[in-house]
């Protein structure tokens, strides 16, 4: 049962803006459980479908997708074709004055035919069927921006729409999911979440795991998919040379310095003083991935991170492919450089 739970309900609990203080039981806000006694007699309701009542099934089943209701695009261009250039106008001129009376925002609420025809409107649906369909587009973008960095989960939109209390033209949470994207290298330098992560390390779907002899890595608590941030590699950034010399007075086979060139300047991520200055009592978790050539699953990116106090070399790790529960991080410790962002198209 608990295999089930880590493997089926924890990692869609998993909030990236949430800290799950490395706990195994969350709440479905990411947050670690009080009472974990408690919580598992509510698992128990909530799954076992003989004690499930229709009023509980209903509840479960209250956000309802719907699709925009918008005026086919060949019907428009027909009708202003028709009407003439000036009529197209004086139709758009209308219509914007009829947002300027009912604002089309992802949070209100629909104008009725009555406060329509009382604002001095047409009574038909043809301005109300464009602000819906401006509204619905604007609903998707918040979505998507709920779930930029790491691919959404069918719960998570659900719940996200379930939130803000939309019960109608709203985008279907597998659209949302279908429809994202990995972030590009310019939202990514500038991202409040990752910046954050960097400055706290308190980096999600991270655990550490003894291997044996092979000794200690990271593995996936949560599912990844191809293009996700990761975590960075933490440490001081240093010049190349300081790198070097670090290297000839470190005994034994492991050096936890990271060298890359980045517009023409030869840099090292000192990760082998440990802890770092910012993070005294934290494991960072990037030093702890280990290396494989053939099975690497991650891959190191630069970027120039727009701190508060200005800009940071950092090395961000990006996953390659998507990547399962419970596997193990890995990248390639030959790579060459650490220069260019991959973008999925």
Not at 38 to 45: F, G, P, Q
Not at 86 to 102: S, T
Not at 231 to 246: L, M, N, Q, W
Not at 252 to 273: H, I, K, M, N, P
Request: aromatic content about 10%; some cysteine.
């Amino acid at each position: 049962m608990l295999d089930a739970y880590f493997q089926k309900i924890r990692p869609g609990c998993l909030q990236d803006s949430v800290d799950d203080q490395g706990r195994f039981f969350l709440s479905k806000q990411g947050l670690p459980v009080g009472n974990v006694t408690s919580d598992l007699r509510r698992l128990h309701e909530q799954y076992e479908l003989p004690k499930c009542s229709s009023q509980q099934a209903r509840r479960a089943q209250s956000t309802m997708a719907c699709s925009s209701s918008d005026e086919p695009a060949d019907e428009r261009r027909v009708r202003k074709q028709k009407r003439g250039r000036g009529a197209a106008d004086q139709y758009d001129r209308d219509f914007g004055a009829f947002l300027l009376q009912f604002p089309a925002t992802a949070s209100s609420s629909p104008p009725t035919k009555k406060k329509r025809t009382a604002a001095g409107f047409p009574s038909d649906k043809v301005f109300y069927n464009r602000w819906r369909s401006m509204q619905f587009a604007k609903r998707e973008e918040y979505l998507s921006s709920q779930c930029s960095r790491r691919p959404p989960t069918f719960s998570k939109v659900s719940l996200l729409i379930q939130k803000e209390g939309w019960t109608g033209n709203c985008p279907r949470p597998e659209d949302i999911v279908a429809k994202w994207r990995p972030v590009t290298r310019v939202q990514v330098e500038s991202d409040p979440w990752i910046i954050t992560k960097i400055q706290n390390q308190k980096w999600t779907g991270l655990a550490l795991k003894d291997f044996g002899s092979k000794g200690q890595g990271v593995v996936a608590t949560k599912a990844f998919a191809m293009g996700s941030i990761i975590c960075d590699y933490h440490g001081k950034v240093i010049t190349g040379a300081e790198g070097r010399k670090s290297v000839e007075s470190i005994k034994g086979d492991t050096a936890y310095l990271f060298f890359f060139q980045a517009a023409g300047r030869d840099l090292c991520v000192d990760a082998e003083t440990f802890p770092c200055e910012c993070h005294p009592t934290e494991n960072t978790m990037g030093r702890m991935i280990n290396h494989s050539s053939k099975r690497a699953n991650l891959r190191p990116v630069h970027c120039m991170m727009n701190f508060p106090e200005g800009q940071r070399d950092v090395i961000l790790f990006q996953a390659k492919r998507d990547i399962h529960l419970c596997e193990e991080l890995l990248f390639d410790y030959t790579a060459s450089s650490a220069n260019l962002f991959e973008e999925k198209q």
